[in-house]
């Protein structure tokens, strides 16, 4: 599959360098309490001029990481290697590490030229009113080099407390959730502005965000954690079409994708999934042997609403459901459908000039290639191969399935 | 999520102030182990403020244990008795019911301060959360300027008012001029509850068909029920430990455990342990009381009313 | 069941002006959706129709009667709270019974139980009555404060923002069941929200407020297709619609629509738009695609940068001066490279520049109507 990470990284910035994290553990312990694990042994290389999305609910870890990259807190075991050299241990001030933060942090009573400035000035840097005016320009923050912070738009904050990070060159670019407090309009300015100019300037970046949209738009690789562990790494179209687990598969993607309760059963024409007794959707013979052994085995199958076409409900080949809800929401259309026995209801995305009522009968048919199994009980993916071409009357209503081979 | 758990701190304190619920960090695993000398230099500085002000609360109770003949030394060691206590509490006649006399006129008149302050105060601070109306803050601030006039400086004029009336040396007397200690306190600190708690609780059930006291009964005071212990609490120990009103507006009759201790100095020999035995006795109601309610004093209780 | 007509509402706290002369028609039955930024007046407009606020001028009418200067608890509504209030020292049960312990709305503790009953179970929460609104998750609350909304008989209902607190996987499903719940009730309701997409899925018709006054009252369709200005076009639509200035000139195949620059230009046929005119064009990101295709107008550009949305990409071109984006099916594109893309002239939408406002624009002939013409 084409390598897209590869070809459309930027062209790393000369000072900048990669990023390691060698089993990164974090653990907090608490008086009469079982110890919290925060983050539990990631392992995670950042190449040079790449941006990493390090995506995942509230809670996660993501930020404890970004924190421990910062210097901010300290891990319980592991690693952080930036250009190969070990920086945990050093304080913040000394790891060459910038980080644009959640809330913008801009200092209230500098003008925005001496807020970008102020880390250079610390520093007694010499050109550093120089390098403030090239970034703010960069940043189209020029007109507003002498307002401060009070009179700015939460987009320009933001864009000053990059400009902040970025004045310093630094080896490593850290970003706290950059866009979470932006309105919609901004929002979608910002990001495509940060998407290009983390192209143009090359910097090795890690971005902390909870948005799937935020992380498929900006990064080349998207890092999908969850209490601690990593789910999934990959770039925003492998995770995205090939989710490894549940967890990834439900937490990537808008709409949510579809997961389904069913069970992989074995008869005598071959393996296939049933979903409530009710409906086989057949799997490919090469699945059969792979799977043989799992008959009955309790799977989750996934399948985007996007990946569903409507029908008749008669015709063959479909599921009969009948509409739960429909939205006509002008770009696109929002079907909800209940299936008899499937306690999940189904969505599907329409084309935006369909029109349903509720309780109307429909018929609904999984594109094949686009569905995904995950076993029930780990949530890893099951591999399996559509047949290359699934006859429509193998999708028919199964009469009750009776567990034996 | 990190856990921040709230663990309550024992430190050692005056029982006169509220005794609060910090709360504390988790601690974090530590790469280094062993004390460092900067924490024995801070315990070090802390211990000796303790001592600082726990002193005069020591050196009371040494006196209250010290035998008649020891009481104008300054030694620390002696032989302790109890019978200072003895003598305070009772068996022998006019000292001990003296003093539990004192102890049941506080005991009446802070109470019932307090309760009648909260019967007015409670509705007023709501008055004053929710609606803005002509003269309002004027109102407001003379009420809390009750509180900065020096008591001193009104008892003579008190105390002519207060025998014309017949109000001098009686419970009712003293409850009622109690209330510029207690009320403005009410008032001020349920105000500020009342602003806390979002309008839309009672608007809620305004629609739902209540009326406005139904709703200020059934919704806003359930939910300023620990601002309630706190300003009660606070009201109380004022009123108890109040002074000059009990010893300007009373005899013998309503004569508060304030102004009562202080008797056992009159006369030929003055008898500091008994007055250091009263004192420490004193202490108990309002030591007692802020314990209990302790629990009260919990923020949260409208966590889960609105977002967030 | 009743309709709801606001007159003339008008809204003065102090100096500042919260709503300006509204007049609202809401239909027996009918779901309304009142869309706006935050600070439009949409809270103020549920708080003045509860009786919650009064007015300053204007009459508040529900089922034909005047009920300007009555009591909340004697207009027949139901209100949900944004952050939905509700009484942490009750119960779930408690919660949602309380309008049924009410003088006003008093029923036998059978009634109210079956009732609650019948409501909690319709919106799944029927295992949660037990709890305290502390032990819920945001979802919940959510839906015990609309359960406690629909547990008693009202003649309008009153929704301010229900959703706003939820995070996105959540709105979706709750809008859904809102979607469901709306197509069950036919209660007379008004819906008040930010998000666009709410008042496309609920509403039966949508009104866009902005700075206390309403701009446009119509159904979805006319919002989308028949925006009557700038505010009301780039308030629904994620990406926002592209815009751009520029103006009308006259070629020797009609007219024409041309930045200023002139390098982006699209052949409109014959409008009835004076020639000259300054003009905002606005062009739909879903409505353009990649590649030449016929019927459509061709524009070049270079592509500024790419995003993925899943399936769909978002691409921002760059054509002369001005920045465009499409969101087109996933497809292999790279930044800063030259590419072409199609604009459906029958999808465009014309606003006078001075007035914001849009110019209609006849059918040219030949070409499809298109959906501008529902």
């Not at chain 3, 949409?42 to 509860?50: E, M, S």
């Amino acid at each position: 599959m084409f390598d897209r990470s590869r070809r459309s990284r930027a062209t790393p910035q000369p000072m900048a360098r990669d990023l390691r994290l060698v089993d990164l553990q974090k653990r907090f312990l608490q008086r009469g309490k079982a110890p919290v694990t925060a983050v539990g042994g990631i392992d995670l290389a950042v190449a040079e001029g790449e941006l990493l999305g390090l995506l995942g609910p509230s809670g996660c870890g993501k930020s404890t990481t970004l924190r421990m990259i910062a210097g901010l807190e300290e891990p319980t075991a592991g690693d952080i290697r930036i250009g190969g050299a070990s920086i945990v241990g050093r304080s913040p001030h000394l790891r060459d590490v910038a980080v644009a933060f959640e809330n913008y942090a801009l200092y209230p009573p500098l003008t925005v030229e001496e807020n970008i400035a102020f880390g250079l000035n610390a520093r007694k840097e010499r050109d550093a009113t120089v390098r403030a005016r090239e970034v703010a320009e960069r940043l189209g923050l020029t007109a507003l080099l002498d307002r401060k912070p009070g009179a700015l738009s939460s987009g320009q904050k933001q864009r000053v407390s990059l400009a902040r990070a970025i004045v310093r060159k630094p080896s490593v670019l850290l970003l706290d959730e950059p866009l979470s407090h932006l309105d919609a309009a901004e929002r979608d300015q910002t990001r495509r502005e940060l998407k290009r100019l983390q192209r143009e300037t090359g910097y090795t970046t890690v971005l902390v965000t909870h948005d799937q949209q935020e992380a498929l738009s900006l990064a080349d690789r998207v890092a999908v954690m969850n209490a601690g562990e990593l789910m999934q790494v990959g770039t925003p179209d492998e995770v995205y079409d090939a989710p490894a687990n549940r967890f990834v598969a439900d937490f990537v993607g808008e709409p949510r994708m579809n997961l389904l309760d069913g069970r992989l059963v074995l008869d005598r024409d071959g393996i296939g999934v049933a979903l409530a007794d009710r409906v086989w959707l057949a799997l490919s013979p090469e699945t059969r042997d792979a799977t043989a052994d799992l008959n009955g085995r309790a799977v989750v199958i996934g399948i985007r609403p996007q990946d569903i076409r409507l029908g008749r409900p008669d015709e063959s080949g479909m599921i009969a459901a009948s509409v739960f809800a429909f939205e006509p929401l002008q770009e696109v259309g929002r079907l909800t459908a209940t299936v008899p026995g499937v306690e999940t209801r189904i969505v599907v995305e329409t084309h935006h000039d369909h029109r349903a009522v509720r309780d109307e009968a429909i018929g609904l048919a999984f594109e094949p290639d686009r569905m995904h199994l995950f076993d029930a009980e780990t949530g890893e993916r099951v591999a399996w191969q559509p047949e290359s071409t699934i006859p429509t009357d193998r999708f028919q209503p199964l009469s009750p399935v009776t567990g034996s081979s | 999520m990190r856990e921040q758990t709230a663990i309550p701190t024992s430190t050692e304190r005056p029982a006169s102030e509220t005794v609060a619920v910090a709360p504390a960090t988790a601690v974090e695993g530590e790469r280094r182990t062993g004390l460092r000398w900067t924490d024995i230099v801070l315990n070090g500085l802390t211990l000796l403020y303790f001592l600082f002000a726990l002193f005069p609360l020591v050196w009371m109770l040494i006196l209250s244990l010290k035998p008649q003949d020891d009481l104008f030394t300054t030694y620390f060691v002696f032989e302790p008795t109890l019978a200072a206590y003895r003598e305070v509490l009772g068996g022998s006649g006019q000292v001990g019911t003296r003093f539990l006399g004192f102890f049941f006129n506080s005991l009446i008149v802070s109470a019932g301060a307090v309760l009648i302050s909260l019967i007015v105060g409670v509705p007023a601070a709501y008055a004053f959360a929710r609606w803005r109306f002509r003269g309002g803050e004027s109102l407001l601030f003379t009420l809390l300027s009750f509180r900065f006039a020096p008591e001193l400086m009104v008892i003579i004029p008190l105390l002519v008012i207060y025998r014309r009336f017949g109000l001098f040396d009686t419970h009712l007397g003293l409850i009622w001029v109690y209330q510029l200690i207690t009320l403005p306190l009410i008032v001020w600190i349920l105000r500020s509850y009342f602003q806390d708690l979002t309008p839309e609780l009672e608007q809620s059930a305004l629609l739902d068909g209540y009326n406005r006291p139904q709703a200020f009964m059934k919704v806003a005071v359930p939910l300023i029920r620990p601002g309630l212990a706190a300003a009660g609490l606070l009201a109380f120990i004022f009123a108890w430990n109040s002074f000059v009103f009990p010893f300007a507006l009373t005899g013998s009759n309503a004569q508060t455990v304030t102004v009562g201790s202080l008797s056992f100095l009159g006369g030929a020999t003055p008898r500091y342990n008994l007055t250091a035995a009263a004192a420490l006795i004193a202490l108990i109601p309002p030591l007692l009381l802020a314990l209990s309610i302790q629990r009260f004093l919990v923020r949260g209780l409208t966590f889960g009313a609105v977002k967030g | 069941m009743a309709s709801l007509t606001l007159h003339g509402v008008r809204k003065e706290y102090g100096q500042v002006v919260a709503l300006d002369s509204l007049d609202l028609d809401v239909r027996d039955g009918e779901f309304f959706v009142l869309l706006g930024p935050s600070g439009a007046g949409k809270t103020t407009t549920l708080k003045c129709v509860a009786g919650l606020e009064g007015l300053s001028a204007g009459r508040v009418e529900i089922g034909g009667r005047d009920v300007t200067d009555a009591e909340p608890n004697s207009r027949h509504v139901a209100m949900a709270f944004e952050n939905y209030a509700l009484y942490p020292q009750y119960t779930v049960y408690d919660n949602i019974a309380f309008p049924l312990r009410s003088p006003r709305y008093r029923v036998s503790a059978q009634e109210a139980t079956s009732r609650i009953d019948r409501v909690t179970t319709t919106l799944g929460i029927n295992q949660l009555l037990e709890r305290a609104p502390r032990e819920l998750s945001g979802g919940q609350r959510q839906r015990v404060a609309l359960a406690r909304v629909l547990v008693r008989p009202a003649d309008v209902l009153l929704l301010d923002e229900p959703l706003s607190h939820l995070d996105a996987k959540l709105r979706a499903a709750m809008r859904t069941e809102l979607k469901s719940l709306g197509d069950l009730q036919h209660t007379t309701s008004l819906y008040v929200t930010h998000d666009y997409l709410e008042a496309l899925a609920l509403g039966d018709r949508i009104a866009v407020l902005r700075e206390g006054k309403l701009v446009q009252v119509g159904t979805r369709e006319e919002m989308w297709h028949q925006p009557v200005d700038l505010f009301v076009a780039q308030a629904f639509g994620q990406p926002r619609i592209n815009l751009v200035l520029g103006e009308i000139v006259r070629t020797d195949r009609g007219q024409a629509f041309r930045d200023q620059d002139g390098a982006f230009v699209i052949p409109l046929g014959d409008v009835d738009v004076p020639a000259q005119r300054s003009v905002w064009l606005g062009l739909r990101p879903r409505d353009l695609v990649l590649g030449e295709s016929t019927g459509m107008h061709p524009l070049q550009g270079r592509v500024y940068v790419v995003e993925t949305l899943g399936r769909q990409l978002e691409v921002t071109v760059d054509v002369g001066a001005q920045r465009i984006s499409l969101v087109v099916p996933r497809t292999e594109i790279e930044p800063d490279t030259m590419v072409t893309f199609s604009v459906p002239p029958h999808r465009l939408l014309l606003f006078d520049a001075a007035s914001e406002r849009r110019l209609e624009m006849a059918p040219a002939v030949g070409h499809q109507a298109g959906a501008s013409h529902v």
